[in-house]
Antibody
Framework: QVQLQESGPGLVKPSETLSLTCTVS????????WSWIRQPPGSGLEWIGY???????NYNPSLKSRVTISIDTSKNQFSLRLSSVTAADTAVYYC?????????????WGQGTLVTVSS | EIVMTQSPATLSVSPGERATLSCRAS??????LAWYQQKPGQAPRLLIY???TRATGIAARFSGGGSGTEFTLIISSLQSEDFAVYYC?????????FGQGTKLEIK
């Protein structure tokens, strides 16, 4: 059974960089697309961006100037960096696997990790 | 960006009854729509993709329909575990977007 686990600091100061890692277990990171999605408290879901195991990426234009997603296939991990954070970036951050190539909906999700932006 | 609008925001239904949730896209998305269920403190769970195909392990009481700009999720006979928030998601145009959710609550 594929499992995803987010890890990283739960508190980030304004103007700093948020960094999270998603570790994939129970399956290979190869040959799949992987996404980061976030959910502000009490709100809906926002797609941040995705990465293919080859390293190609696509970012939400609303965040593109601040987002970097990377992948380390040797560790079965992919990562998110979001720079210049503000309180508006406070959210539960999820990592998720695309169903298959050409099917950008998610069959496996991490449990989510709350990141709070505050001084 | 395609805007997904779900209605109603909250739906109150009694167990055993039928629930109909709606999702509208701001432009045509063909059948490139997925539905998710989210319970408090949990990640969303994939229910439906391709507008009408149930994901693996999803009960037959969940059914999806529609194409173009109008979509529905029907839960034919509500069980206690079905009371949750439901989201639609379009994957026709990047950036892929979600609706704001419909909260299904016990009447």
């Amino acid at each position: 059974q594929v499992q995803l686990q987010e890890s990283g600091p739960g508190l980030v100061k304004p103007s700093e960089t948020l960094s999270l890692t998603c570790t994939v277990s129970g399956g290979s990171i190869n040959h799949y697309y992987w996404s980061w999605i976030r959910q502000p408290p009490g709100s809906g879901l926002e797609w941040i961006g995705y990465i293919y195991y080859s390293g190609s990426t696509n970012y939400n234009p609303s965040l593109k100037s601040r987002v970097t997603i990377s992948i380390d296939t040797s560790k079965n991990q992919f990562s998110l960096r979001l720079s210049s954070v503000t309180a508006a970036d406070t959210a539960v951050y999820y990592c998720a696997r695309h169903f298959r190539e050409g099917a950008p909906y998610f069959d496996y999700w991490g449990q989510g990790t709350l990141v709070t932006v505050s001084s | 960006e395609i805007v997904m609008t779900q209605s109603p925001a909250t739906l109150s239904v009694s167990p055993g009854e039928r629930a109909t949730l709606s999702c509208r896209a701001s432009q045509s998305i063909s059948s490139n729509l997925a539905w998710y269920q989210q319970k408090p403190g949990q990640a969303p769970r994939l229910l439906i993709y391709g507008a009408s195909t149930r994901a693996t392990g999803i009960a037959a009481r969940f059914s999806g329909g529609g194409s173009g700009t109008e979509f529905t999720l029907i839960i034919s006979s509500l069980q206690s575990e079905d009371f949750a928030v439901y989201y639609c998601q379009q994957y026709n145009n990047w950036p892929y977007t979600f609706g704001q959710g419909t909260k299904l609550e016990i009447k």
